[in-house]
């Protein structure tokens, strides 16, 4: 097994700070390694990286056509959203459609991160509910497709029908058996593969067509409609926004929690997943930036890469003292 290389350095004036490592991949259509650094087959859990992998049932089952969802719903549920008005006002409609509450979420409730929800629920003297939980939009996904095909209420068990079908399409797509799962934030399985299996998935959905089988017509129409609305995928501020939008809706890219990233890169059919094994989000986005500037489909000089790639560390005082690079090894 091979070990983890330095992807993102920490530099303070002249002096070498912090080194952050990791694993990453990049795949082609047919499920084979362009390039990788560090471990292909390290073990990792995707977390909300994969979202886009669990909405598969959603699209494939009939459940988003026989509610009528939108482009917008389906990023939605492929989203780890901030909770601001854009995101829990679509939420709250969509629950509504299917005759469903706040109550029927099973993910917990979670103070916004957007700052102007957050004040407005203080101001309100109001608790968050879980609409704002930045998984709302994938459970509102595994309550359609509950609701549609008459499962039982408890739609995160494992053993319940809705996840042994997202456990089959995880499989699948990433072509290996999964080790195990664990528990996620937002309390559904959260199934374990290798980087290298991460990123076949992504290929496969940069590959998809909407004139193909079921799976890839779902697989497409996801991608579709994360690059078509990348302020729902996140929200503004956010890596996956504001990077989505300078690639041009050209590519969809997703974070997960402990500095996993993934891309999908439709016209050239590629998928990239990448993991820093110590957790950190600075250095995920600055190596995800790098790895897409090296495909080409990134322009370092944009604001949204330079502000991981080449970040500006400063003091309290706003005096630069140091940098945030990719490692020369991504370079």
Known sequence: MERAIDMVEIWRGAFLESVHRGHAVICDENGQIVQAWGDPDAVILPRSSCKVIQALPLVESG?????GLLDEHLALSCASHKGAAIHTDRVDQWLSNLGLTDDDFRCGNQTPS???????????DKEPRQAHNNCSG??????????HLGYSPEYIDTAHPLQ????EAFEDVTDQASPGYGIDGCS??????TV????????????????????NRAAAKLVQAMTAYPELVAG???????????MGGKVAIKTGAEAVFIAILPAQKLGVALKIIDGA??????????ILVKLGVLDPRHPAALKRMNAIQRNRRGIEVGYIYPAPALT
């Open 281 to 290: 989000t600075r250095a995920s986005e600055c190596a995800i930036a790098a």
């Open 63 to 67: 459940a988003a056509r026989a509610a």
């Open 196 to 215: 290298h299996g991460l990123a076949r998935a992504m290929a496969f959905f940069a590959a998809a067509r909407d004139d193909g089988p079921v799976r």
């Open 236 to 246: 503004e501020g956010n890596a996956c926004t504001e990077l989505m939008r300078a």
């Open 164 to 167: 042994l079908n997202v456990r």
């Open 188 to 193: 559904a399985p959260n199934f374990a593969t």
């Open 138 to 147: 994938k459970h509102s996904g595994f309550l359609t497709v509950t609701k």
């Open 114 to 124: 957007d700052r102007d929800a957050r004040y407005d629920l203080i101001r309100a």
